[in-house]
Every structure is written in structure tokens, then in C-alpha cells.
């Protein structure tokens, strides 16, 4: 794939959703931290319907650390792994207190130092809160780049790095939005709906043809 079909591609995805963001409701930087230690394995709709009720309680670090432990788990008990996550989102919350005034971080190396963050959750953070074009390589995103041709590789940082460096520029702060929303709900794991795909015509899936009736189906969001 060529410099000239990655614009062309970025440039139909722009037109289609010129303003692309994440699907999780959140309303400050340390919400959307929340949110996206609790989105792994699990579906923005299930997150959403845990921290509605959890960031009226509590949707600070001090907030939540009064709330306890025992509560929040009572809140986010209906996603995966909520034990292990509850128990991280009690030692993010007093790393925020104690280290950086109860802020969520702008630097990446903060961002990762805390606990139940890794590279991916902070380049979220970086991008969506703090307006950095970073690139958040999920399952999504790591299907898209690499069946469309945009950016292939055999690991996810090698995803990541190759995006970095071949989306164009002008497209690159919602890049990370448009990918994962085109492969949660067009290019989707099992059946991808080529016959909806506004970049059918550039992308360099070998099998497009094959699925090129099928721009019925629903959301792939579950496969994470």
C-alpha cells in the first residue's frame, strides 16, 4: 500500500465521521482512566452501564478511595476480571493522590507507571483526553491495519509504530477512533461487511470479494 491510497482511505473516513470519538462516557481525564482499565475484555456498553452509577457516587481519586474497595467492586461486579480490576483502580486512584495531586498524568511514562495501565490504556488517555495523535492498538485496530493493508505486522507495538509513521499527518489525532470504529462495526472479525465499507475499492483484503454482498450484520463489539 502506497502513501497515496492511506490519504485516500483516511480522507473517506474523515468524510463519513469527521468527528470520531471513543464510545465510553466519561467526563473528565480521570474518568476516562476508569473507564478504560474496565474496558479490558469487556464492551463499552457494559463499562457505561458500571460507571454511570459509580461516577455519581465517587468520580475522583479521593472520592473513590473513600468509597472502598468493597464498593466499587459491588459497582463494576457485572464486568470480567472486576476482582483484579477493583483492586487496580484502588492503587491507580492512591498513586494519583499521593504522586501527582489527585490530576491524571500527561506523560506516558506516568501514565504506565500506574498500576492496571499499560501502552495501550495510556495512549487512550493521551489521545482522547489529552489531544495527543497517538495510536491505541487494540484487537480492532490490529485486525483493521493489518487486513486492509494500511499497516501490517506480526505485534501490536509493531501495529502501533507503523501507523505512527504511515498515516498521514493531517489524520493522524483521529486515526486511532476511525480504525476502531470501522472494525468494530464494518470490518469484523468472522464476516467483515465489505459491501458497506466505504474503502472497499482501496483496501487489499484478498477475500473483499468473497463478502461483498454482506453489508447486513451487527456490531462486532464484543470481540475484543
Not at 473516513?13 to 474518568?31: I, R, V
Not at 500506574?114 to 495510536?135: D, H, Q, W, Y
Amino acid at each position: 500500500m502506497n502513501a497515496a491510497k492511506r490519504h485516500a482511505i483516511f480522507a473517506r473516513l474523515a468524510e463519513a465521521n469527521p468527528n470520531p470519538t471513543t464510545e465510553l462516557a466519561y467526563n473528565s481525564a480521570f474518568e476516562l482512566l476508569i473507564a478504560v482499565i474496565l474496558s479490558a475484555q469487556a464492551t463499552d456498553r457494559s463499562v457505561n452501564k458500571a460507571t454511570a452509577p459509580l461516577f455519581a457516587r465517587a468520580n475522583t481519586p479521593a472520592a473513590i478511595l473513600a468509597l472502598g474497595e468493597a464498593q466499587v467492586k459491588q459497582h463494576i461486579r457485572t464486568i470480567g476480571l472486576f476482582n483484579s480490576k477493583a483492586k487496580n483502580i484502588m492503587a491507580t486512584c492512591q498513586a494519583l493522590v499521593d504522586e501527582h495531586d489527585g490530576e491524571v498524568p500527561a506523560q506516558r511514562q506516568a501514565l504506565e507507571a500506574l498500576p492496571g495501565v499499560g501502552r495501550k490504556t495510556a495512549n487512550v488517555v493521551l489521545n482522547t483526553a489529552f489531544g495527543e495523535p497517538t495510536m491505541a492498538v487494540d484487537t480492532h485496530i490490529d485486525r483493521v491495519a493489518n487486513r486492509t493493508g494500511i499497516a501490517r505486522g506480526k505485534t501490536v507495538r509493531e501495529v502501533e509504530d507503523r501507523l505512527l509513521r504511515w498515516v498521514p499527518k493531517a489524520f493522524l489525532y483521529n486515526a486511532h477512533h476511525w480504525l476502531i470504529l470501522h472494525g468494530r462495526y464494518i470490518c469484523v472479525a468472522r464476516r467483515p461487511r465489505c459491501g458497506a465499507c466505504p474503502i472497499y475499492d482501496l483496501c487489499e483484503f484478498a477475500d473483499r470479494h468473497r463478502y461483498a454482498d454482506e453489508a447486513g450484520g451487527g456490531s462486532s463489539e464484543r470481540e475484543r
